[in-house]
């Protein structure tokens, strides 16, 4: 008897015949989005999302870049679709007492709201919801080259769909740490990046020497046990858009896993030595009262960047969502990254007389 190949669903039930996506190499099905301009497109814009959040969190952003006759896409994030196998309750006792040790500045420690460890079955992995609308867990990713290849593979389809357009990224937070790779690993294709508040270092205390060892140990040990949540609060000032987020079904509200947590450490401690290699023009904003990404790394990268055409520029008293924050914050931010994109490219008008 022939079984009739199972309809692969979002996460939300929505099967995704009927929805923009591409599948990646693990055979994940990642949902994307794009915003066309009316008129020709002057060139590419990739947005690459921080962790925890969706393309579909864009939205705003992206519409202002489409009323600049450029063509906007981006995909949620994926992860690998294997399960960390599950810890054996030895190992679990054996670090019990490094938990209570352990903080991550990510989010802070409470008790009664962080789960001592996950005692999830690891073969229901993929019932629960990747980022956004694509498959996979939540903040679980083996390798964070998962989310770098995913993306080269994305820029790959759109370079054939629209040959001989410049290719930018606009990357946010941890998207910002996925594009350094990117542009390191394709400086040929990458015109210019426009960087939102990057992950480039961590903060001073989550920096400490123990806390980093306790990361990697528990790692091995108890890879799903929950270390910290992030507090909406200090994504904007903006109480509108806090509410908003904490009403986004899309966006991950629970608790950072120890798993994770060890991936980005990786990622950041490999990054440092590879900014001075950056020769692609850049354009860095940051808030320095942002405490979920330490304006420290921004500078840092200004500075190593190989790119002769680079602008940093630091708001003051802003929190992490600078293209979220309040609306003069937004309105400057807009406005400096038109103007930055309209220096590199070609006018409108220039592009109809083509």
């Known amino acids: 008897m022939i079984q009739k190949?199972?309809?692969?669903?979002?996460?939300?039930?929505?099967?995704?015949?009927?929805?923009?996506?591409?599948?990646?190499?693990?055979?994940e099905y990642l949902f994307c989005r794009y915003w066309e301009p009316s008129s020709p497109p002057r060139a590419l814009v990739m947005i690459v999302h921080g962790a925890g959040e969706h393309s579909g969190s864009y939205m705003n952003l992206a519409s202002m870049l489409v009323n600049q006759s450029l063509f906007v896409f981006?995909?949620?994030?994926?992860?690998?679709?294997?399960?960390?196998?599950?810890?054996?309750?030895?190992?679990?006792q054996q670090c019990a007492f490094l938990v209570h040790l352990y903080k991550f500045r990510v989010g802070e420690w409470r008790s009664g709201r962080v789960e001592p460890y996950s005692t999830r079955d690891p073969g229901s992995i993929l019932t629960t919801v990747g980022h956004g609308q694509s498959e996979g867990q939540r903040l679980n990713v083996s390798n964070f080259q998962v989310y770098v290849r995913d993306c080269l593979q994305h820029i790959d389809m759109m370079k054939v769909r629209h040959p001989g357009l410049k290719i930018f990224l606009l990357a946010h937070s941890m998207g910002g740490l996925i594009a350094i790779y990117v542009m390191l690993d394709r400086p040929q294709d990458i015109a210019g990046t426009i960087?939102?508040?990057?992950?480039?270092?961590?903060?001073?205390?989550?920096?400490?020497?123990?806390?980093?060892?306790?990361?990697?140990?528990?790692?091995?040990?108890?890879?799903?046990?929950?270390?910290?949540t992030m507090e909406p609060q200090w994504l904007s000032r903006d109480k509108n858009v806090i509410a908003s987020f904490n009403a986004d079904a899309l966006s991950y509200h629970g608790a950072m896993k120890v798993g994770f947590a060890a991936v980005l450490l990786n990622a950041i401690a490999g990054v440092e030595h590879l900014l001075p290699k950056i020769t692609t023009p850049m354009l860095i904003m940051h808030g320095d009262a942002d405490k979920l990404c330490n304006v420290n790394g921004s500078q840092l990268m200004y500075?190593?960047?190989?790119?002769?055409?680079?602008?940093?520029?630091?708001?003051?008293?802003?929190?992490?969502?600078?293209?979220?924050?309040?609306?003069?914050?937004?309105?400057?931010?807009?406005?400096?990254?038109?103007?930055?994109l309209n220096e590199r490219l070609p006018s409108t008008k220039e592009m109809c007389q083509d």
């Open 303 to 340: 500075e190593l960047a190989a790119s002769t055409d680079k602008t940093l520029k630091i708001f003051e008293g802003c929190f992490h969502q600078l293209h979220m924050e309040l609306p003069e914050v937004v309105t400057e931010v807009y406005e400096l990254i038109q103007s930055w």
């Open 195 to 228: 960087h939102i508040a990057p992950l480039v270092t961590l903060n001073p205390e989550s920096a400490k020497p123990w806390k980093v060892f306790c990361t990697k140990l528990l790692c091995h040990l108890v890879p799903n046990m929950s270390v910290g």
């Open 5 to 27: 190949k199972q309809e692969r669903l979002t996460p939300q039930g929505l099967p995704y015949k009927n929805l923009e996506h591409f599948v990646n190499v693990d055979g």
């Open 74 to 92: 981006s995909h949620d994030h994926g992860v690998m679709g294997r399960a960390v196998p599950k810890p054996r309750c030895d190992a679990t």
